[in-house]
């Protein structure tokens, strides 16, 4: 009897799931790669995790469009495993199952007061901004002096995103709830905090000379808050970046005063951490503490607090990711706990057979584009191992996509296609151009579906 394809699910359609069945469906191995996503619509933190004025993103989007547009890979949207699809029942029809979910939500964050109303989670604000269908189409912009707690890109990006002028941000595909929600803002400052000093900051240099080239935004940093140790000047010969990360929170070090006139202002702040959000009822400033560097680049506080009158408080401290139902989880390192992407019963436990994760939900929110794709070729590597070595087997005989559209249709699940994703960006398009922009993102769930499903919504039939 002939030997049968491999039928492999892969959740989550973000970089890392797409890399991944990019890998598989490249491998020679005969092979059927079902992509599941839970929004209606592809490409994952890419669409809904960054700040839309990066304009690689396309760059990015137009590589993962290359791999789906191909027709070998099926994208199955608005399908959540847990919800729509149990992974037992993913087991029951394919012969392996990949994680790539991601992280989705924010790092666990806790000092005092960081449950007053005021203070916010960045992944939240970012979706918001991103118009990520599941989130409130509204955002309490009210404060005129924001923090921003964290020194990566994210941190930057939000800062970026509340500082600009909003008519800076009408050449983006942001929908028309955000421009409303940013043109109501009267903010005037943001004050961007890193618990470390300046060769230790995440930044990437792009990120950086991007945030000087806003208009009518000014960046301060402040002579007091730079220092370097033995460990600092070690990180600066051993990497081109951080040298050239240095460089350019000196040359704003050494800015002249009087040139400083813009309307708004962004503060980058080093060497002090969040020690106390402050306010009754609300925030009304926060309350850091110096830190000293320890000679290996390592910091410790020094007893000396400085008090910031803020009235909101934005955590970018990292992402976390979020359980699969069914699948193993380590709640302490928020990710599928594995060995090299085979899924583990626990830290440190047994392999269990036909399970693999790669991304973020595999290793941590860390790295870039170009180390998911690596991250995607281990997994990939070993699942091809385990698939020659006879180990992969679906619990019945009835596999493939076939048989999970007839669950999804007798549950009466609207599942998306790639053919409807087309529908989708051709209609964000189409409203763009009555704006002279390249696109407006549709933001509610029930429209994203109607339109790729060719529905009636809300009396209109698209």
């Known amino acids: 009897m002939a030997k049968r394809s491999l039928h492999v699910a892969v959740i989550g359609a973000g970089p890392a799931g797409i890399y991944a069945s990019d890998i598989l469906s490249k491998s020679g191995i005969d092979v059927k790669i079902d992509l599941y996503e839970k929004l209606p619509a592809p490409y994952g933190l890419v669409r809904y995790g960054v700040a839309p ?17 191909r027709g070998d890979i099926r994208l199955v949207g608005n399908v959540e495993i847990g919800a729509d699809l149990d992974l037992d029942e ?30 916010y989670g960045a992944a939240d604000f970012v979706y918001w901004y991103d118009g990520h269908p599941d989130y409130p189409r509204t955002w309490p912009l009210e404060a005129e002096q924001i923090a921003v707690l964290g020194v990566g890109n994210v941190a930057l990006d939000v800062a970026r995103m509340l500082a600009k002028h909003p008519d800076d941000l009408m050449v983006t595909e942001i929908p028309k709830n955000v421009e409303d929600g940013f043109r109501a803002s009267p903010v005037t400052d943001v004050h961007v905090f890193g618990r470390r000093g300046p060769a230790q900051v995440k930044f990437t240099p792009m990120e950086l000379r991007e945030l000087g080239q806003l208009n009518d935004v000014d960046i301060i940093v402040y002579p007091e808050d730079f220092d370097y140790d033995e460990g600092s000047e070690q990180a600066m010969e051993a990497s081109k970046m951080t040298r050239q990360v240095v460089e350019q929170l000196t040359e704003w070090v050494f800015q002249e005063e009087e040139d400083l006139t813009a309307s708004r202002r962004i503060h980058i702040h080093m060497l002090q951490a969040p020690h106390e959000i402050l306010g009754n009822g609300k925030v009304e400033g926060i309350r850091m ?22 009235q909101a408080v934005y955590r970018a401290v990292g992402y976390f990711s979020s359980p699969i139902p069914g699948a193993p989880f380590d709640d302490e390192r928020g990710i599928v706990p594995n060995v090299e992407g085979r899924v ?40 091809i191992e385990d698939y020659e070595a006879g180990v992969l087997h679906a619990t019945t ?8 559209r007839k669950v999804l249709e007798e549950r009466g699940v609207r599942y998306t296609t790639w053919h409807g994703w087309e529908l989708l960006e051709e209609y964000e398009k189409a409203l763009g151009a009555e704006q002279g922009r390249e696109r407006i993102k549709v933001v509610e769930r029930e429209t994203m579906t109607a339109i790729s499903r060719g529905e009636e919504h809300d009396g209109k039939l698209y």
């Open 53 to 69: 004025d990066h304009p690689r993103i396309k760059a990015i989007i137009r590589a993962l469009y290359n791999v789906l547009k």
């Open 289 to 310: 503490e110096r830190t000293a560097l320890q000679g290996d680049g390592s910091v410790k506080g020094t007893g000396e607090y400085i008090d910031y009158p803020v």
């Open 397 to 404: 005989d009835a596999v493939g996509w076939e048989e999970t």
């Open 344 to 383: 583990t019963d626990g830290p440190g436990g047994d392999v269990v057979p036909g399970m693999y994760a790669t991304g973020w939900i595999k290793r941590g929110p860390v790295g870039l584009i170009g180390s998911t794709k690596s991250d995607a070729q281990e997994t990939i590597g070993h699942l």
């Open 90 to 119: 993913i087991h029951e029809h394919y012969d392996a199952v990949v994680f790539a979910t991601g992280a989705d939500r924010d790092a666990p964050f806790s000092i005092p007061g960081s449950d007053l109303p005021g203070v």
